[in-house]
Structures are given as C-alpha cells and as structure tokens.
C-alpha cells in the first residue's frame, strides 16, 4: 500500500510540475502569439485630444465647444477635408470653401456667393473665422451651433444642392480613402452619418481663427503697432458720445453676439426680416447679428445683403445714423464725425486684420 501510495504521490508530483511547466510554456507561447493577432484596425488608437492654441488676443476661456463633441486631431482633419471636398455638392463643383475663401478671411469678395448651377441667395457669406466663440450661426442666428449649422448648405438647392444627405453619405461611402478617415475620427465603428459629418466639419471649423493683429499687438503694449491715426480711431470706436461701436461691437471678438437692428436692407420693399424669422417677436425685426470685425478689412462687402462695398462707405452708414425704420437701435444715431474722424475710425478698423489660421496651418 506504501509503496502504491509513494508511487501515487511521484506521480502526482511529477504530473504537477509537468502541469504547470507545460502552463508557463503555453502562457510565454500564448502571449508571444497574442501580438502579431491582433491586426490595427481592429484596435484602433482613441483619437488624440485637440489642445487648441490661439493667437494674441482671443481669449481662450471663451470657447464654444459641445460636450458631445470634443476636438480631436482625427476629426479635425477629417473636417478639413469635407471643408474643402466638392463632392458635397450635385454636381461635384462647390466646396464650403468656393464661399468661404481662406484668403477672404473666409468670407466671399462677391455680394451673393454662386451656388450649384450659379444660382445666388439672398445674403452675403460671413466670415467663417473665430466661429469656436459663438454658439448661434448665421446672420439671423437660427443654428445653435457649428454641428446644427454645417448641414445646411449641403442641402440648400441656392448652394450645394443635394437631394438629400443618404446621397451624400452614399456618396462618400464608396470612397474607401474616406471609410479609414471616418474610422480614425469615429472609433470603433467609423460610421459615415450626416451627424458625424457635422461634428467633424464643426471640429475643423474651430480651429480657424484671426488674432495677433496690430490691435492686439498695440493692446499688448507694442506701442508702435498702430498708426496714430488707427489710434484715434480707437478712441472715436470706444467713445459713447463719438462712434459708440464698442457697445454692440463689444469684447475681444468685437461682438455683443446678440440680434441688432442698424437699418440695413430696411428700404426695400420687403425687407430681409432676420432675427424676426427665426424668433416672430416684435422687436428683432430687421435684426441681425452682430458680425466680428476681425480681419474685417478683408472681407468686403459688408453687412449681410454685401450692399457696402468699403469701410469708408460702412462708416459713412453710420455717421448718417443708419436708416431710419421702426425698430431701429435705440444705440443708432447720427453721429457728427468730421471727414479725418470718419477716416480714422476706418485705420482702426483696418487694424484688426491679424493672422489667419487654421488646422495644418
Ligand atoms: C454657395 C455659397 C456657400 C456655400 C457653398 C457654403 N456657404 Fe456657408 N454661408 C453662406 C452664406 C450666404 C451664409 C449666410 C447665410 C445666412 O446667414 O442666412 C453662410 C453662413 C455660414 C456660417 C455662419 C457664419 C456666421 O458668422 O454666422 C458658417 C459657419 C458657414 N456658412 C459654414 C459653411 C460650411 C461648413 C459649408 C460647407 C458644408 C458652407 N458654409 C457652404 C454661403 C455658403
Ligand atoms: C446697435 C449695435 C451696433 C452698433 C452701435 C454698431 N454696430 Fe456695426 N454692426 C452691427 C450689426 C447688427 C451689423 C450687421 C448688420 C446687418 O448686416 O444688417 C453690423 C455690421 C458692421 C460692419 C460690417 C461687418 C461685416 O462683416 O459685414 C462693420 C464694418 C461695422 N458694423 C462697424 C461698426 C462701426 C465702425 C461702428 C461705430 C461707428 C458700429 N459698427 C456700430 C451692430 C452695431
């Protein structure tokens, strides 16, 4: 029985370290072949978190940035990319940038961009710049946000004109090169959906920005940075008994980001009733955004019917008061400017044209 059993015990001791030998081989082995398993794609990187760095004078605690969704490099460039593609539009010819032109301040020199087939609105295309610090888009405000904004011209039949958005992701999802992209920018799944579409647009469209211009340079205590001229104008622009700018034009991206009515296109007929449409009440009738006045000297024309073509002639505007109408801005009057005041306040308007950038560059 003894020696059964001491028979037994080696060969259970033997079986053990046979066992667990045979178990650190298998685990080494296991582990050593676990790696080359598993392809990238199928784990893919999480995207990197976009670090946003401004340039001289935007304040960075100011951002407009949607929790849901964040900026990453991935989407950032993806948006770039669908910024820029002509395959968002019917016939392959309009990108968000025939209308929204870098070297403009992304804005158009025309006063009615040309759409798909050339066909015109009725409104001037603002410059697309500094948009991460405002929540409301367009002249009347009536996009809450980037995301909400970006789907709109696609399918506006006077821009891109797209039937509908399943023909555009149709479209981009026979393009492989833009399966990956997707795939980068929305992990794991990489779905091509109008919504990512629109945080992915939004994301790039937050990073193109103006600042470090001779206003700020000047505000940061580069005392020759502005002309003397520039600089009286600067006084006439914050002086609530000469220019009174400063109160709707207001903070460091010169906007008060509320719905003001200075009488502009209120002549015709029938008048563009901006902020009105948007809201029916009384008083945003003929209302409209106030627009950043960042790099503001190139973007003519002005005001969102583009019927200024220069700063001398938007100053002028005001000197007269505006145009008299109904609902016209207690804070519009007839402002008395002499001919060189009139001029200096257009040399400091021109001092606000700084560094344009945008992701990549
Ligand atoms: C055919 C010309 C045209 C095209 C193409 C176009 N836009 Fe615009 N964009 C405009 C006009 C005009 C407005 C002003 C419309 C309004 O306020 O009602 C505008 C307004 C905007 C605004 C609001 C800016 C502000 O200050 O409120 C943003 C942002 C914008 N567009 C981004 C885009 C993006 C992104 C695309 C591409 C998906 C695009 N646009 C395509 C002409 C165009
Ligand atoms: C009551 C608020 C208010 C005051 C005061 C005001 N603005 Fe404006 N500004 C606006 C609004 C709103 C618009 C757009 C109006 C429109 O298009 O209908 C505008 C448009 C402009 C534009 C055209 C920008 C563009 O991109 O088209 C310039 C330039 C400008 N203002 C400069 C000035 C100057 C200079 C003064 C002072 C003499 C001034 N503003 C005073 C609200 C104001």
Redesign the pocket.
């Given at each position: 029985m003894r020696s059964v059993y001491s028979l037994r015990g080696f060969n259970i001791r033997l079986a053990l370290s046979i066992f667990f030998v045979c178990a650190l081989a298998l685990t080494i082995a296991g582990c050593a072949r676990k790696e080359p398993e598993q392809p990238k794609e199928e784990a893919p990187k999480a995207p990197a978190p976009y670090v946003m760095s401004f340039p001289l004078g935007l304040a960075a605690e100011s951002v407009v940035v949607p929790p849901d969704n964040p900026m990453t490099e991935e989407k950032i460039k993806l948006g770039k990319r669908l910024f820029f593609e002509k395959k968002l539009s019917t016939d392959q010819s309009i990108s968000c940038a025939s209308c929204h032109i870098p070297e403009h301040g992304f804005?158009d020199s025309r006063q009615f961009s040309a759409g798909v087939g050339g066909k015109t609105g009725t409104r001037?295309s603002?410059?697309a710049i500094n948009r991460v610090f405002s929540a409301a888009q367009f002249?009347d405000g009536r996009a809450k946000s980037l995301e909400e904004q970006a789907l709109g011209p696609v399918q506006n039949p006077l821009e891109m004109a797209m039937p509908s958005m399943d023909v555009v992701v149709e479209r981009l999802t026979s393009d492989p090169s833009y399966s990956s992209d997707f795939k980068a920018a929305f992990p794991p799944d990489g779905a091509i959906t109008p919504g990512n579409l629109a945080k992915a647009i939004a994301s790039f469209e937050r990073t193109i920005v103006s600042g470090k211009s001779p206003f700020d340079r000047f505000t940061a205590g580069d005392k020759t940075a502005m002309s003397e001229a520039a600089q009286r104008g600067m006084k006439?622009?914050r002086d609530e008994k000469k220019?009174?700018?400063?109160?709707?034009?207001a903070s460091f991206n010169f906007t008060?980001e509320?719905?003001?009515?200075?009488?502009?296109?209120m002549a015709a007929k029938k008048p563009d009733l901006?902020r009105y449409e948007v809201t029916k009440l009384e008083g945003h009738q003929?209302?409209?955004?106030?627009?950043?006045?960042r790099e503001?000297a190139n973007?003519a024309?002005?005001?969102?019917?583009?019927s200024?073509k220069t700063?001398e002639e938007?100053?002028a505007f005001?000197?007269k008061g505006g145009y008299r109408n109904k609902w016209l801005?207690p804070?519009?009057k007839p402002?008395k400017?002499t001919k060189q005041e009139q001029q200096d306040?257009v040399e400091?308007?021109k001092a606000l044209s700084g560094e344009v950038t945008w992701y990549g560059k």
């Amino acid at each position: 029985m003894r020696s059964v059993y001491s028979l037994r015990g080696f060969n259970i001791r033997l079986a053990l370290s046979i066992f667990f030998v045979c178990a650190l081989a298998l685990t080494i082995a296991g582990c050593a072949r676990k790696e080359p398993e598993q392809p990238k794609e199928e784990a893919p990187k999480a995207p990197a978190p976009y670090v946003m760095s401004f340039p001289l004078g935007l304040a960075a605690e100011s951002v407009v940035v949607p929790p849901d969704n964040p900026m990453t490099e991935e989407k950032i460039k993806l948006g770039k990319r669908l910024f820029f593609e002509k395959k968002l539009s019917t016939d392959q010819s309009i990108s968000c940038a025939s209308c929204h032109i870098p070297e403009h301040g992304f804005s158009d020199s025309r006063q009615f961009s040309a759409g798909v087939g050339g066909k015109t609105g009725t409104r001037q295309s603002p410059a697309a710049i500094n948009r991460v610090f405002s929540a409301a888009q367009f002249w009347d405000g009536r996009a809450k946000s980037l995301e909400e904004q970006a789907l709109g011209p696609v399918q506006n039949p006077l821009e891109m004109a797209m039937p509908s958005m399943d023909v555009v992701v149709e479209r981009l999802t026979s393009d492989p090169s833009y399966s990956s992209d997707f795939k980068a920018a929305f992990p794991p799944d990489g779905a091509i959906t109008p919504g990512n579409l629109a945080k992915a647009i939004a994301s790039f469209e937050r990073t193109i920005v103006s600042g470090k211009s001779p206003f700020d340079r000047f505000t940061a205590g580069d005392k020759t940075a502005m002309s003397e001229a520039a600089q009286r104008g600067m006084k006439i622009f914050r002086d609530e008994k000469k220019g009174n700018c400063e109160t709707c034009h207001a903070s460091f991206n010169f906007t008060d980001e509320n719905y003001n009515n200075i009488g502009v296109g209120m002549a015709a007929k029938k008048p563009d009733l901006g902020r009105y449409e948007v809201t029916k009440l009384e008083g945003h009738q003929g209302a409209f955004k106030t627009p950043t006045l960042r790099e503001v000297a190139n973007t003519a024309p002005y005001m969102h019917d583009g019927s200024e073509k220069t700063l001398e002639e938007v100053v002028a505007f005001y000197n007269k008061g505006g145009y008299r109408n109904k609902w016209l801005s207690p804070k519009i009057k007839p402002l008395k400017l002499t001919k060189q005041e009139q001029q200096d306040l257009v040399e400091f308007l021109k001092a606000l044209s700084g560094e344009v950038t945008w992701y990549g560059k």
